[in-house]
């Protein structure tokens, strides 16, 4: 299994910057997707994720700037992010729940970088 994010870039405060990660693979389904990030000296944190039904959860920090939605069909997760700023900067990692016939396992991509800046 595969997850493949894009998206991520430079970006001056008050900025928007969409992240995509798509799963491929041999599985059933994905189960919760959700993307992490990950500062540099600092541990990684749930930024937001969504369950296959559609409900979603966020962290604080970025409640009411960042709007996480999914594609089933797709297997695709998207994160919007609006109002960024410096502290937002951060390696962000996409993470599913991959579900086989037989068991299921947690899998991460390889990670995109988000820096905020002017």
């Known amino acids: 299994v595969q997850l493949v994010e894009s998206g991520g870039g430079l970006v001056q405060p008050g900025g928007s910057l969409r992240l995509s990660c798509t799963a491929s693979g041999s599985f059933l389904r994905i189960g919760i997707m959700g993307w992490y990030r990950q500062a540099p000296g600092k541990q990684r944190e749930l930024v937001a994720r969504?369950?296959?039904?559609?409900?979603?959860t966020y962290a604080d920090p970025v409640k009411g700037r960042f709007t996480l939605s999914r594609d089933n069909a797709k297997n695709t997760v998207y994160l919007q992010m609006n109002s960024l700023k410096p502290e937002d900067t951060s390696v962000y990692y996409c993470?599913?729940?991959?579900?086989?016939?037989?068991?299921?396992?947690?899998?991460w991509g390889q990670g995109t970088q988000v820096t905020v800046s002017s």
């Open positions: 993470n599913a729940q991959v579900i086989f016939f037989v068991g299921e396992s947690d899998d």
């Open positions: 969504i369950s296959s039904a559609g409900s979603s």
